[in-house]
């Protein structure tokens, strides 16, 4: 039978699988955000570029530069939580600072002394008295120390590395000036003099006779220097222990003298090793032939170094970390950004009182610089709070993550014996201070409670270098004091070129939303929505 074909109904087709839809632009950039905030490799991010790309049926090129925008909004909120970080951090520190008074500390007439100095001056009681406590560690006789443990030969000279943090013109210099020159000022002038009479001696001892046959030229011998090179400091520290003296390195801007160190050796030097070891008491020998009795050598120093530094500079020098831990020996100790006017007049009685104050100061310098050679020894009491100290002290090393951070905390207990061990010589000083042949358990808490309080401010600071954090917040905040108010408009004029790379008013906004929720200020939206933001309270 024959079947025409063309007349069989048609087969039906399989049906056809339906294609995906498509992802959604916001889709894209969810799948995108998660990838970044889950720490996904960059190899991982451009395979979800094109995966992404194929299913959105948009171009690679534009996700990439998607990509990139969000890459730059968590940069930009993880600035924001560092810059919080660092005001909540420096919010506890100024609760503390409260508590933290010279009164605690001092004894009362000190105390005082220090609280007249400082009345017109932006220092704080622990400004104050940490600048006050380097000025007096560079008179301590040569040799002293304070003995944590004879057996485990746990033992530090007196010396303190001090600087002074604060912005151009907030008034470093009078404060360095007032704490540290004029307290000072005497003994170097009575030295200069012992100098001048030994050098006048020796000229009319070799008078006539002829250059070879002359005795030796006398050295001079400082308390303070603002300048050196390693040759000349070595060569000074030689004769500073031939005296039984210390030393002083007293600098208006620490920054050119870390600047120039290693500057005349073409890289081959060792200017910052020697201020490493120097920290430490350490000797020195050098060979120089074409020195005099070919070269310098020096069994022990005592080294002190006191200066300022703008914040934004010691950010930079920081940058790179602390391998060497030549900033883990210092002190940094932040001036509180405050206006203190001075006085339109000032009463007989106020006069008085400065020179009072100016005495006292000067006094207790000159009681520290005729000591003898001492060696200190902890009360059992002190010994057994210190113990205890050094051992978290340790702990802390090993928890924490940034290495700049982890060398603070490990000189925090030397510093800590410094700092008791002068409190110690301070007390002893004063009719009205804790007379002890010991260091007491007192003054060895209080040493500990400063040298942490400081220490957490320059842990801020590591950490925002290590974590990017900027200082957006502030400049809000401070545009709003000023104006009344700080919009985008006016955050915009403010940035410089580099930051207006990284921050739009999207950024701009979420650092008014952290502001808010600090507690300093508020947020007010237009009817479009644009945010502006009111101080209501001041930042730390």
């Known amino acids: 039978m024959f079947i025409d074909q063309c007349s069989l109904p048609d087969k039906a087709d399989p049906p056809k699988p339906e294609s995906p839809a498509r992802l959604t ?36 090129y534009d996700l990439r530069n998607l990509l990139r925008t969000i890459e730059a909004e968590q940069d930009a909120a993880q600035a924001i939580a560092a810059e919080v970080a660092t005001i909540k951090a420096a919010q506890d520190r100024r609760d503390l600072s409260q508590a933290l008074t010279l009164d605690w500390i001092c004894p009362p007439s000190l105390a005082a002394a220090l609280r007249i100095r400082c009345r017109s001056l932006p220092a704080d009681d622990v ?115 031939e005296r039984g003296l210390g030393l002083l390195i007293h600098r208006d801007e620490l920054a050119g003298m870390f600047g120039n160190l290693n500057a005349y050796r073409s890289g081959r030097g060792s ?36 200066g300022t530094i703008q914040p934004a500079i010691l950010e930079a020098l920081v940058a790179n970390g602390d391998a060497s831990g030549l900033w883990a020996r210092f002190l940094f100790i932040p001036l509180p950004e405050r206006v203190v006017p001075l ?74 014996l410094r700092v008791a061990a002068l409190l110690h010589l301070l007390h002893q000083g004063c009719a009205d201070g804790w007379h002890s042949q010991q260091v007491s358990l007192e003054v060895m808490e209080r040493a500990c409670v400063l040298v942490d309080h400081i220490n957490t401010w320059t842990m801020g600071l590591h950490q925002k270098v290590a974590e990017g954090a900027n200082d957006l917040m502030r400049l809000i905040h401070g545009i709003a004091l000023a104006k009344g108010a700080a919009s985008w408009h006016d955050i915009a004029k403010r940035l410089t070129k580099a930051q207006r790379r990284d921050i739009d008013s999207a950024v701009a906004a979420a650092a008014m939303e952290a502001l808010a929720d600090l507690g300093v200020g508020e947020v007010e939206h237009s009817t479009r929505g644009t945010p502006t933001y009111k101080a209501t309270g001041e930042l730390p």
């Open 127 to 241: 400004t104050a008295l940490m600048c006050f406590l380097v000025a007096v560690s560079g008179v301590v006789k040569l040799g002293t120390q304070v003995v944590a443990s004879e057996a485990a030969s746990y033992r530090v000279p007196l010396n303190l590395y001090g600087c002074l943090v604060a912005r151009s013109g907030a008034k470093k210099t009078p404060v360095s000036r007032l704490l540290v020159l004029d307290p000072l000022h005497e003994l170097r002038l009575e030295l200069a003099r012992q100098n001048k009479r030994a050098y006048r001696a020796w000229e009319e001892q070799n008078r006539g006779v002829k250059a070879s046959e002359r005795t030796p030229e006398p050295k001079p011998v400082h308390l303070m220097v603002s300048d050196f090179t390693a040759e000349a400091l070595a060569e000074q520290l030689q004769l500073q222990e």
């Open 25 to 60: 632009l916001e889709q894209v950039r969810e799948r995108l955000h998660r990838a970044v905030t889950d720490g996904a490799s960059r190899q991982d991010l451009e395979a979800l570029v094109l995966e992404l790309a194929d299913l959105a049926d948009r171009s690679a």
């Open 343 to 416: 006085p339109e007049f000032e009463t007989k009685q106020e006069q008085q009182e400065a020179t009072w104050a100016s005495q006292l100061l000067e006094s207790l310098c000159r009681y520290v610089y005729t000591k003898p050679r001492l060696s200190l020894a902890l009360a059992p009491e002190a010994r057994r709070y210190f113990v205890h100290y050094e051992a978290r002290c340790q702990a802390d090393v090993h928890r924490t993550t940034i290495p700049a951070q982890g060398a603070l905390i490990g000189k925090a207990a030397g510093k800590a």
């Open 271 to 306: 200017d910052e090793e020697q201020l490493l070891e120097a920290y430490d008491g350490s000797g020195f020998s050098s060979l120089r032939i074409t020195k005099a009795g070919g070269g310098r050598f020096y069994e022990r120093c005592q080294l002190s170094i006191c």
